[in-house]
């Protein structure tokens, strides 16, 4: 399992009183690769989440086979495993976005908002990655935004 911890949204786990983790099976998270840019240098140059990118105007749809909350590895942590389709379109953004280095991001959209933009180290070869969260959303909401996708 490939642990892309930089994938950092913005949502926590209500603690589940020792429940079954939440999960969502089929769903959806929207994709872009963005290239990095100044402040002030274009009109498309936009701060999301504390980066500075090119606004993306088209997103690829990587579908999600299931997600759930990562039991185990804290409050804010998602599962996610993609479908065969799905984990490819990732492989390759991530591909790209590696070999982009510095100039470029990973853009991740889930339920018509961007919810994270991250430095891609290296490609991703694997279906599943563990996605983490800040304190804005909670994991069952990122599950259901998932799933509805």
Do not use: W
Not at 56 to 71: G, Q
Request: glycine share 8%; aromatic share 4%; charged share 25%.
């Amino acid at each position: 399992m490939s642990l892309l911890a930089l994938l950092a949204f913005n949502a926590c786990s209500a603690d589940d009183g020792g429940n079954e983790p939440p999960s969502a099976t089929e769903g959806g998270i929207e994709l872009a690769v963005s290239a990095t840019c100044a402040e002030g240098s274009d009109p498309k140059c936009v701060s999301i989440k504390g980066s500075y990118i090119e606004r993306p105007s088209t997103f690829d749809r990587a579908a999600v086979e299931n997600a759930t909350a990562a039991e185990g590895q804290g409050p804010n942590v998602i599962d996610v495993t993609f479908t065969k389709e799905g984990a490819t379109v990732f492989q390759a953004l991530t591909e790209k976005a590696a070999r982009a280095k510095d100039s470029a991001r990973l853009v991740m959209k889930i339920g018509g908002e961007i919810q994270s933009v991250v430095t891609v180290m290296e490609p991703v070869k694997e279906d599943h990655v563990q996605v983490v969260f800040s304190p804005d959303k909670s994991a069952q909401e990122a599950i259901d935004l998932i799933h509805a996708d």
